[in-house]
């Protein structure tokens, strides 16, 4: 008696993968050893520089403002983006097998879109920040009130990890039948679709519309408010307060700078046409990079950031002497 044939659903159930294998940057072991060493120390020195923001925002009353506020929590959030990725990046480094399952890959791969999400609405609402105290001083005070900032960093934390709902999803429920090959260092969608057992298209330019509205949304609001604020600074009559006035947008417009220009390059289309090494590098950079630059970037071009960054370590050094 012959046995009835598998129908479709039976297949990809059989065939589906429960795992993936994170290819990284293959190289000798002891390249990776050192590869492991040197995003270690970039991965301490991330959370070493933002942690030292929200601490010092924190425990400086003088920084109790709404612009404070705000890169105090986006500092917050760059902690947790970098540790959706660099420590299973550093595990990958000393293991052999690259394994990640496929939960594990999926989780890592929503909460580092989250919080990439996250940070767009976070440089938003910091350029709508100053866009207010800069153009529209006297109603700065009534505008900007504490309840309109703690909205904002409500909404900021929770927008994200409901936008990012859909293209999760719909990527998470393709088929996949391998191979479970990924050639990356992070559970990246586009190579994730490539994966996949079917071709799905809609899939793809959903999940391509979504980024670039919100990219592309997001930077126009950005750059609009500090055009506006540029144009209100040229302006001002005295040269202090331009001085005072560009160093601040300079920080605000580097970071935005940093983060939208790698971002841009990687995902607006859901097929890049950029070289797999180069997709590494890219990814790197924002993912990496980014985050390190940044608080030296608040820190060092401000006044007010430096004097309570000194006060805590002054603080610190009189503990310890004591």
Known sequence: MTSAPMNVSDQEHKLSVSHFILMGFPSIPQ???????LFFVTYTLTLT?????TCAVRADRGL????YILLRNFSLLEIRYVTSTVPNMLANFLST???ITFVSCFTRFYFFFYFGYDE?????????DRYLAICRPLHYPR?????????????????GFILFLTPFILISQLPYCGPNIINHFVCDPVPLMMLSCVEDTTTQSIYSAFNAFFMIGTLLFILCSYALVILAVVRMPTAAGKCKAFST??????VVTLFYGSILMMYVGPETGHTVKMQKIITLFYSVITPLCNPLIYSLRNKEMKDALRKIFRTEQGVHKI
């Open 49 to 53: 520089g933002n942690a030292a923001i």
């Open 143 to 159: 505008i900007m009130t504490q309840q309109l900032g703690t909205g904002l960093v409500v909404f900021g934390w929770s927008c």
């Open 31 to 37: 390249r990776q050893l050192l590869y492991f060493g």
């Open 97 to 99: 097998s690259k394994f």
């Open 120 to 128: 767009g609405f976070f440089l938003c609402f910091m350029a709508f």
């Open 249 to 254: 947008c300079a920080s605000h417009l580097a």
């Open 64 to 67: 109790h403002t709404p612009m």
